[in-house]
């Protein structure tokens, strides 16, 4: 008889926020040949808002902000104060895909690389087609989807970086290659201003990440950065540094207000844009922001949405949309290693059993959770 193990899935919230969650038994799934099997011991907690699977409302999309869920709702045309009232449920299962472990047992023909071997502490990659997070035990198919991450970095910590410390993270980068063109190309600038658009965990990954880079490069003097927040909470980024100048967007005020309080924030027009809002109002605001032949960088999910309905408004106003991937195994590396040494510090985040699974959507839902949250499914001690 084959051994069991605990599988979550997390369907979309409904109306009434009841039988969103599911525990099941399933069976230990075996070792793959060339694989390994992973024992899940946390999860970043996260559940979508339709069938796919860019739209997670994870740390991706600032878990400690219902206007992240919000968003998503416009572009289905649904309208409501919070997750609970949408009355949008899709029946889907959803994957977890931020998940911290250990390599529990390895294929018999499996090439092992960076040093992997069982009980090894990783970190999975969220490759397409990656298997589901919720469960106690997962496999993979090689070890090419796999991070191992050093003893001194918390394996709930580990959770957060597959996706929005990442997402963050190529966003960051993408942001430095386009500030090489504005600062040293033909029509170069003595100073340029980013705008970080965004509240909770991926706005404040993107704000540490940005001062660490741009901290490092050879005209970081010539850089200032400026953050729109989205709500309330937002006063965690006005702590992040003295030069930093930090603006409300609030939905209380006509547009043209926000953009002159942004302008003035910003000492003029920006130059980049790092926009992780979800809404085509917040797009729409920030290439308001913009300098002739700036860009707003937004994210993949958002891109799609959104890119056919602005594409011509860029072009009219002589400014660019980037879309930004989620990022490489490569970066993920390097961000394992910066965060474990303590040279970029992670935002915070909250621990819960996968049992209490339900309690969390329903705290995610009416944004009672500070930071991440994570769901623990296993105690390695």
Same mark, same amino acid.
């Given at each position: 008889m084959s051994k069991l193990c605990r599988q979550v899935s997390i369907e979309s919230p409904g109306p009434t926020l009841k039988e969103c969650v599911f525990s099941f038994d399933v069976p230990v799934p075996d070792v793959p040949m060339y694989g390994a099997r992973i024992r899940v011991v946390y999860a970043g907690a996260c559940y979508r808002a339709n069938r796919t699977r860019?739209?997670?409302?994870?740390?991706?999309?600032?878990?400690?902000?219902?206007?992240?869920?919000?968003?998503?709702?416009?572009?289905?045309?649904?309208?409501?104060? /919070?997750?609970?009232?949408?009355?949008?449920?899709?029946?889907?299962?959803?994957?977890?895909?931020?998940?911290?472990?250990?390599?529990?047992?390895?294929?018999?023909?499996?090439?092992?690389i960076d040093g992997i071997s069982e009980g090894t502490r990783i970190v999975l990659y969220p490759y397409e087609g990656v298997p589901h997070g919720y469960a106690e035990?997962?496999?993979?198919?090689?070890?090419?989807?796999?991070?191992?991450?050093?003893?001194?970095?918390?394996?709930?910590?580990?959770?957060?970086?597959? /996706?929005?410390?990442?997402?963050?993270?190529? /966003?960051?980068?993408?942001?430095?290659?386009?500030?090489? /063109?504005?600062?040293?190309?033909?029509?170069?600038?003595?100073?340029? *201003?980013?705008?970080?658009?965004?509240?909770?965990?991926?706005?404040?990954?993107?704000?540490?990440?940005?001062?660490?880079?741009?901290?490092?490069?050879?005209?970081?003097?010539?850089?200032?950065?400026?953050?729109? *927040?989205?709500?309330?909470?937002?006063?965690?980024?006005?702590?992040?540094?003295?030069?930093?100048?930090?603006?409300?967007?609030?939905?209380?005020?006509?547009?043209?207000?926000?953009?002159?309080?942004?302008?003035d924030a910003c000492g003029g027009p920006v130059d980049i844009v790092l926009n992780f809002g979800t809404t085509s109002r917040s797009l729409h605001r920030s290439l308001q922001c913009l300098a002739p032949g700036g860009m707003v960088l937004v994210?993949?999910?958002?891109?799609? *949405?959104?890119?056919?309905?602005?594409?011509?408004?860029?072009?009219?106003?002589?400014?660019?949309?980037?879309?930004?991937?989620?990022?490489?195994?490569?970066?993920?590396k390097e961000l394992v290693q910066l965060v474990a040494s303590g040279v970029i510090e992670p935002p915070p985040h909250s621990v819960f059993p996968a049992e209490e699974a339900q309690e969390v959507v329903r705290k995610l839902c009416n944004s009672e959770i500070n930071g991440r949250a994570i769901l623990k499914f296993q105690n390695i001690d």
């Open positions: 860019s739209a997670s409302v994870c740390s991706t999309s600032s878990v400690s902000s219902i206007s992240s869920l919000t968003g998503e709702m416009e572009s289905f045309g649904i309208h409501g104060s /919070t997750p609970a009232h949408i009355g949008l449920r899709d029946g889907a299962l959803f994957p977890g895909y931020e998940v911290a472990g250990v390599v529990d047992a390895i294929g018999k023909a499996a090439e092992c035990y997962i496999v993979v198919p090689d070890f090419k989807c796999l991070v191992p991450i050093p003893d001194n970095l918390p394996l709930s910590v580990a959770a957060m970086l597959p /996706t929005g410390a990442l997402l963050a993270t190529n /966003t960051v980068q993408t942001a430095s290659e386009c500030l090489k /063109t504005i600062l040293e190309g033909p029509n170069q600038k003595e100073k340029a *201003k980013i705008l970080i658009v965004g509240t909770g965990g991926l706005a404040l990954w993107a704000l540490r990440i940005a001062t660490h880079n741009f901290r490092q490069s050879k005209y970081h003097d010539r850089i200032h950065i400026a953050v729109a *927040k989205l709500k309330d909470e937002g006063f965690i980024l006005a702590k992040e540094s003295d030069e930093i100048s930090v603006v409300q967007w609030s939905e209380d005020l006509y547009e043209r207000q926000l953009i002159e309080r942004t302008m994210t993949e999910d958002v891109g799609e *949405k959104l890119m056919p309905k602005f594409a011509k408004k860029a072009e009219e106003m002589n400014v660019h949309i980037v879309v930004v991937p989620n990022g490489s195994i490569e970066q993920l």
